[in-house]
T-cell receptor, first 116, second 113 residues
Framework: DVKVTQSSRYLVKRTGEKVFLECVQD?????MFWYRQDPGLGLRLIYF???????EKGDIPEGYSVSREKKERFSLILESASTNQTSMYLC???????????????FGQGTRLTVV | DQQVKQNSPSLSVQEGRISILNCDYT??????FLWYKKYPAEGPTFLIS?????DKNEDGRFTVFLNKSAKHLSLHIVPSQPGDSAVYFC????????????FGTGTRLTIIP
């Protein structure tokens, strides 16, 4: 059974803290994504990685950074958490289309982050 | 610039009837489209997809239609069941070499028993 696993289901952090959200996939996928979901705004892409150590900004990268040191792991970092970063964070992975053809992306179960 | 749009934030349908969810896109380079279903406090799960070389793809109660000239796709669910109540997202990946997956804003479907 294929899996994308996010390290926490629920997190509560204080304003100004540095926050790490971890995501691991076991499908040998090249692409990994971090999204946040907010009511009425859908899924907005924060960062995307297509290979180890490679990253690209998504639509809302401000206040976030990412790290991909190993193929299976993609970390999202909130350098200094703020209340407007309270949200549901979703990690996903997908295979490279050029190599493996069209197929779906798989999502983790999500992390509900509250910044107080 | 939102490249994938779902203009209906919510839809209510009687159980047993057909649910039709719509999605429009602006990027004519998109060649593959996906629909995802999401329950509260869970990650989205893949439902059905369609390649741009087709105009229809069917999987059980779910059918996706693609109208490339109108840059429009729709998801039909028939018959609708209470377990179909969820938020539905359409999505499209970028070109080879830049495979960002872009999502619409979602449509909340409520099936009325």
């Amino acid at each position: 059974d294929v899996k994308v696993t996010q390290s926490s289901r629920y997190l509560v952090k204080r304003t100004g803290e540095k926050v790490f959200l971890e995501c691991v996939q076991d499908m040998d996928h090249e692409n990994m994504f971090w999204y946040r979901q907010d009511p009425g705004l859908g899924l907005r892409l924060i960062y995307f990685s297509y290979d180890v150590k490679m990253k690209e900004k998504g639509d809302i990268p401000e206040g976030y950074s990412v790290s991909r040191e190993k193929k299976e792991r993609f970390s999202l970092i909130l350098e200094s958490a703020s209340t407007n970063q309270t949200s549901m964070y979703l990690c996903a992975s997908s295979p490279n289309r050029a190599i493996k053809g069209n197929t779906e992306a798989f999502f983790g179960q999500g992390t509900r982050l509250t910044v107080v | 610039d939102q490249q994938v749009k779902q203009n209906s934030p919510s839809l209510s349908v009687q159980e047993g009837r057909i649910s039709i969810l719509n999605c429009d896109y602006t990027n004519s380079m998109f060649d593959y489209f996906l629909w995802y279903k999401k329950y509260p406090a869970e990650g989205p799960t893949f439902l059905i997809s369609i390649s741009s070389i087709k105009d229809k793809n069917e999987d059980g109660r779910f059918t996706v239609f693609l109208n490339k000239s109108a840059k429009h796709l729709s998801l039909h669910i028939v018959p609708s069941q209470p377990g179909d109540s969820a938020v539905y997202f359409c999505a499209a990946p970028g070109d080879f070499g830049n495979e960002k997956l872009t999502f619409g804003t979602g449509t909340r479907l409520t099936i009325i028993p």
